[in-house]
């Protein structure tokens, strides 16, 4: 017997359809900033999609969390059963998590996470001291450095 998905939060049948839901969104975002952007095919590769960027292409790693507890929101860093795989700097360069109850997007680099396996975000508290506050809406992250021109300017 196939074991059920007990998950029933919002909308969403499954983990799974939130996943692909919270892609369908991060892609728009990049879309609307007027970059290219790429599904990954399948399940197989360790980023979901990839964004061209004019320093070259950024491989993405796309979660989304509505889990709250202690007045943050968590987001595992990994995948594979229970998610204990984590990813590494090596297989992915961007983590973009959305935090759906907040309406908020962290985008961090991969090499900023280290070691962790879990990631506390806190959208709902103004403050710069927590450590990934600083990559809230950072999509600046995507786009071309101050004063970057291109080959034919």
């Known amino acids: 017997m196939k074991k059920k998905d007990t998950f029933r939060k919002g909308p969403f049948k499954t983990r799974k359809h939130k996943g692909e839901w919270v892609e369908l969104l991060f892609m ?22 990839i964004v061209e960027t004019v320093l070259g292409p950024v491989r993405v790693q796309v979660k989304g969390t509505e889990s709250f507890r202690n007045r943050r929101y968590s987001v595992h860093y990994g995948t594979g059963r229970n998610e204990c795989m984590r990813y590494t700097a090596q297989q992915i360069d ?40 600083r990559y809230r809406e950072a999509w600046h992250l995507l786009m071309p450095p101050p004063g970057w021109r291109t080959a034919r300017a």
Not at 30 to 48: E, H, I, P, Q, W
């Open 28 to 49: 728009a975002m990049v879309a609307g900033l007027g970059l290219m952007v790429a599904k990954a095919f399948g399940d197989s590769a360790r980023f979901d999609v």
């Open 94 to 133: 961007l983590l973009a998590v959305y935090v759906i109850p907040a309406n908020a997007w962290y985008l961090i680099p991969a090499r900023k996470i280290g070691k962790r396996g879990v990631i506390h975000l806190r959208p709902n508290i103004r403050t710069n001291s927590t450590t990934f506050e």
